[in-house]
């Protein structure tokens, strides 16, 4: 087995460097949900697919747009409905009488970064073209298969309490989601930011387009996920990451356990968040960390659990509490 080129210092140090500037400058713009951006840098640097959910109002598409702006990569949205189909998505192959050959009209799935907003909006048939889309990054038209650009990366929320004329994610689509994430209401001083804001007029549409920059580049951020790839993790953080996953399918409020994609974004998500501290290395407390985003949309709670009022977070913060840490 040949020597592994580890993550070194000095690129460390970079990535840290422009996860702070990413932090800072998005602030400028998104009041609160500071844990929330910090969980969707750490994804992107992990090439990981995020779900944001959250009730209306409370900041999901303006994070979303935020952090695919000064990321410096080409962004989409595509606004979720009943009427969506595959095609508006993925686009078309349409037949050119001039040369007399089809060319392909594409999608706005060929971005770097695809905003899906309100995604439990699209009808099933069209939510399964995301399937090949999240999993192998490349999509397939009439038998041609076309890969994405690189890096690429969906961001998609949903509204969780509502239920007319929505569609729950099947399970294998969840599934391909590295991280899920919830945003909430402001305190009362981010609220009153939030106002003064509004009165300011610095809360206008394109008003992120003066408060925000791109802070890298599409090139520098595919090297950068490059790099997060070499960050070290040790034999007893990886039995860590085991026993927590392991742990999920034997947990007796617990009906449908984590799949081993869960044990994949444990080991990128770690990672990412490792190299954007700072460190060559990852630490239990980073797989910690990252424990709710990576496990909250891949479990099930039985029935019982759900009728006696268990939650998924509480479920969730006991066993990594009772989860021994190397």
């Known amino acids: ?41 750490t994804g992107i640097l992990a090439e990981g697919h995020i ?12 994070i979303a747009k935020a952090v695919a702006f000064i990321s410096g990569c080409d962004f989409n949205r595509i606004q979720g409905t009943v009427d969506v189909q595959p095609a508006d998505m993925i686009g078309v192959r349409i037949y050119d009488t001039v040369t007399k050959k089809f060319t392909m009209q594409k999608g706005p799935i060929f971005s770097n970064v695809l905003l899906v907003d309100e995604i439990n909006r699209i009808n099933p048939k069209a939510q399964s ?55 909430g209401h402001l305190d009362k001083e981010e609220e009153l930011m939030v ?5 300011d007029n610095y809360l206008s549409n394109n008003e992120y387009e003066f408060l925000l920059e791109p802070v ?4 520098l951020l595919a090297r950068m996920i490059g790099m997060v790839t070499t960050v070290r993790i040790e034999e007893p953080v990886l039995a860590y990451i085991r026993d927590l996953v392991i742990a999920t399918r034997h947990h007796n409020d617990i009906d449908l356990g984590a799949s081993s994609r869960a044990s994949l974004a444990f080991v990128r998500g770690a990672k ?9 290395y990852v630490l239990p407390d980073d797989v910690k960390a990252i424990a709710p985003a990576v ?12 009728i006696e009022g268990i939650r998924t ?10 989860t021994e840490v190397p």
């Open 1 to 41: 087995m040949t020597d592994r080129q580890y993550l070194s210092e000095a690129d460390a140090a970079e990535i840290a460097k422009y996860y702070t500037r990413s932090l800072d400058t998005i602030g400028r713009y998104i009041v609160g949900n500071r844990q929330v951006i910090e969980t969707i840098l």
């Open 51 to 62: 779900l944001i959910e959250g009730v209306p109002g409370t900041g999901k598409t303006s």
């Open 129 to 183: 073209a995301f399937i090949e889309v999240m999993s192998e990054r490349q999509v397939t038209i009439d038998g041609i298969t076309t890969p994405l650009r690189q890096p690429f990366f969906v961001i998609a929320t949903q509204n969780p309490r509502e239920f007319e004329g929505t569609f729950p994610l099947i399970e294998v689509q969840r599934d391909r989601f590295m991280f899920s994430l919830n945003t």
């Open 195 to 199: 106002v003064r804001r509004a009165s």
């Open 216 to 219: 890298i580049s599409r090139d």
């Open 272 to 280: 990412a968040r490792a190299a954007c501290l700072g460190r060559t």
């Open 295 to 306: 496990l909250t949309h891949r479990i099930r709670l039985s029935s019982e659990a759900e």
């Open 313 to 322: 977070d509480t479920t969730i913060t006991e066993i990594v509490k009772n």
